[in-house]
Each structure stands twice: as structure tokens, then as C-alpha cells.
């Protein structure tokens, strides 16, 4: 499927969510529709599979028959059941059974079976509890069919959940379907759902195009990015990872850069944004041993895997990236001070978690690693504790580039935000600071950068570029020793290194008064040629 058709099949979906949610509110909408297309993915994956396992002995079906082919197969095969599951944990790591099968399910909803809506229940009970090894528990808990915003009755909720399935399963119908395809249009999705909800959407969605940019700067070689890009990731880590698609796109980066990655790590506080986190691993291709989601506090370190007290077993990862909340107010106990995280630093000031973000997932970067997090510009001027904070990790050469960007690119809030990257083993003894802040295009809701389209700049590749080779450019970009900060107090404001104010030319008032007397005198000229013109048309006397 070409890219275009994966576009299509976004637009498709979302059109299809936007025509059927009626008066319900977007997000309620969200997950019904994105765990309808998980179903439909994890059900056509187990469906292929299970054709390849039970080769000729799969069912096949006349043109036109509704059977499902594996409910036929569980009928006439009751004794080998348990080992045919038993090979299909092995080699999908799941299993699901007939009934809950998307194909059954659609069947259901053609026929207006009145079951329908238990089925969905049990199925998505299953699911959670039994398909997977590793438990799933809780990954369809937002998503209530006995809503009455699907109906008051249960009748009424049943018919409504039977347009909806009859309308994707109409819409992905229209496409083939491969490897990623499905995944890619969950992306498209969770974005459009993000862009209508507007200040919510923070919580879940980090724009792809930054996402972009985190994800190319963490593969590069840390202490020299102009070496290219790194040959494995081993564990990479998003700390306030949202809906996954910074971990998923780091993923894709370096998979396209002929690279590989070991285990993915992501920690998520809300329980929706969790779920949907989950599903999109999944809905991606990844063996649940690929990847391990919590659901937990980052500031308060809740997971016991990032609780190691013994320095030997610390996890460290090769990559972090994040976008955390802007300046989240919190309430630090006596107790955090003397957390490993921060006890060498000092405690982000109560109205703004920010640096307790930062040092958090700075403490589990491995020495030979690289951290790229998204913060509010705040972070590089504010004083008190702050300011404390930033000189020492200063100090310690730890902060490698500041990279300032325009305004209004995200749904959640229209303040222009930074990108910090960090090291523990950085090779260069400057800070680059990259002023990329007027570089884009406005659009009607949001901003947003070029990409090299119909002959535009390619903003992205020019920060990833200026980053991986340090370039300097003027009002651009500038390598700034660390002599020159300090003398600055520690002040990382990007317009004090890299101005982007240009001076005008001067302008010379004797030639300007000389030319408005030329065009007064060319003025006098025209008017008495019209007076003429006018008079040979006898109009004046």
C-alpha cells in the first residue's frame, strides 16, 4: 500500500468517526472507534496465522459463505483445541477465540444479532485476561457498551454498535491491508481525535513532526552525531510517553536507518492514555516481550523496575525521549529531596515540575546515551531552584543543545517550547544553540514545520542537520563556550547567543526628499495631460 492509500485510509476512518459519533463527545468517540480497529488488526493477524499453522486443514470457504473458517475448524476439531492454542501463543504470543473474532463480530452486526453487545463484552474480556501471556488486564476499561451515550436502551446500544462495525468494517474493506497499515491509520486517528480536543489533547499526543525530531537526535551517535546514526538501541524510554507514538517513532527511525532496537519502555499516568499506549504497540507489530507500558507517577517513581537501589542494577537506557507536561504545579514531600534522582540537584520549585521531569529521566540515561526532552522555555531563564538546577547540569557539561521552536505547534497550548538535549558523555565543550523559532509555516489552527513539499524548506532536516554537524550559521545557529554562559549567569535564553533581529538599512532622507520631489514633479506633469485629454472631449471648459 502506498502511502497515499495509507493517508486514504486514515481520511476514510475518520470520516467514518466524525459521521457516527453524532452528538457524542470526540474522546467518548476515540475509544470505541480506536478499539474497534484494534480488534479488527489483532483478529486479521491471528486469522492469517492460524491459515499458515493449520495449512490444509483450514476451512476453505465458498465465495459468499459468512462461516467463519476457525469456528468451523474448533467445531470439527475439539481434541486438538489446546495444543493448536498452545502453538499459537508460541508464534503470535496470543489467542482468540472464534467468536471474538472481528470477522464474527462484523457478521453479528450485518445480521443485527442481538447478542452482539454481550459478545463485544466477553470478547474484550478475553482479551484482557486470557489471549496474551503477559496480562492485558484493564486494556478496554474506558471502554463502556453500556453507555447511554450509545443508547438508553440496550437494544438501542446494541443497533448503534452494529452501524458503527458495519461502517468500519465497510471503510477498511475498501483498502488492503499489510503489515503497519492498520497501525499507521491508528496514528492518523489518535491526531484527528487530538486536534478536536484541543487543551486535552497534551495529555496524549506529542506532534508528529516533533516527534520526528526527538526521535532522528536520539539515534545518532551521542558523543559524535556527525558519525550517523547509532546500530542498535538496546532500551529506549519514554517517561510520559502518552499515546506511544514518540517510542513508536523512534522505532521507525532507526528500523529505517538499517538499525535495531532491543525493548521499549514507556510510563503513562493517565489510564485512557495508557490503553490507547498498549493497543498502539500492538497495532505496530510488537510481540508483547517487545515492550512493557506502566501505568504510574513518573515524579513520584512508582515502578518498581526504575526502584533498583543497588547502583549495579540500575536500568540505563541508550535513548529517552519525552513530552512531559508543561510546568505541572506538584507537591514534592520532605522525603523527595533525598531521592536519587534529585538529591544532587535540589527539588523543582512547586509551581513548575519541569526539572523533576528532566532529572528523572536523566537519572536512567546510560553513560553512552542520549536524552531529547520538550520543555516550556521557562526552563532556561527562570531563577531559584530552577537556575540551580540548570548550572550544575551546565557544569557538569551534561547539556549538549538548546533548540528554540516556533510558536503555536502544538494542540495543547500555543507558547513557543525548546528542545533540550542531554549527555553524560558529551564530547564537545560548548552548548550549539539552535534558533529555529522563525522558521515554519502559519497555518489557520496550529503551525507547523516544512518538510522540503512543493519546492518549501526543509525545516526539520535543517535543525536535524545543524544538530548532527554543529553547524554554526548567523541567526541560525551558534556553538557557545561555556565560558560565555557562565558570564551570562547560567542563562540559556536562546535571542542572548543567537539573535534573529536584523538590523535595517539605513535610510538616506536626502535622497528620499529628492525622490518624492521627482515624483511630485512627474505628478504636475500627468495632471496637465489629463486636462488636456479632458478638454478635446469638450468634458471640461
Known sequence: MTLQDQKQLGKTLWDIADHLRGAMDPDDFRDYMLSFLFLRYLSDNYEESAKKELGRDYPQLKEGDKNIALTIWYKNNKTDIIEFEKQMRRKVHYV?????????????????NDELLKTLEEGF???????????????FSEINLNSEKLGRTASERNKKLCVIIQKIAEGIAKFSTDTDILGDAYEYLIGQFAAGSGKKAGEFYTPQQLSTILSK???????????????????????????????LNVRRQIKESHGSIGKIYGQEKNITTYNLARMNMLLHGLKDTEFEIHHGDTLLNDWDILNEMNPAKKMGFDAIVANPPFSLRWEPTDTLAEDFRFKSYGIAPKSAADFAFLLHGFHFLSGEGTMAIILPHGVLFRSGAEERIRTKLLKDNNIDTVIGLPANLFFSTGIPVCILVLKKCKKFDDVLFINASEHFEKGKRQNRLCEGEEGKPNDIQRIIDTYQFRKEEERYSRRV??????????????????????????IDIHAVMAEIKELEAKRADLDKQIEVYLKELGLVN
Open 96 to 112: 482468540i477465540k472464534p467468536q471474538f473474532l472481528w470477522s464474527n463480530i462484523v457478521e453479528m452486526a450485518r445480521t443485527q
Open 481 to 506: 563556550s561555556l565560558d560565555e554562559i557562565e558570564q551570562n549567569g547560567y542563562n540559556l535564553n536562546i535571542s542572548r547567543y543567537v539573535s534573529t533581529f536584523q538590523e535595517e538599512e539605513p
Open 125 to 139: 474480556r478475553y482479551i484482557e485476561n486470557e489471549s496474551f501471556e503477559s496480562t492485558f488486564q484493564g486494556l
Open 217 to 247: 537526535i536520539v539515534i545518532l551517535d551521542s558523543q559524535d552525531p556527525a558519525l550517523g546514526e547509532k546500530k542498535k538501541l538496546d532500551k529506549v524510554l519514554d517517561f510520559a510517553c502518552g499515546s506511544g507514538s514518540l517510542l
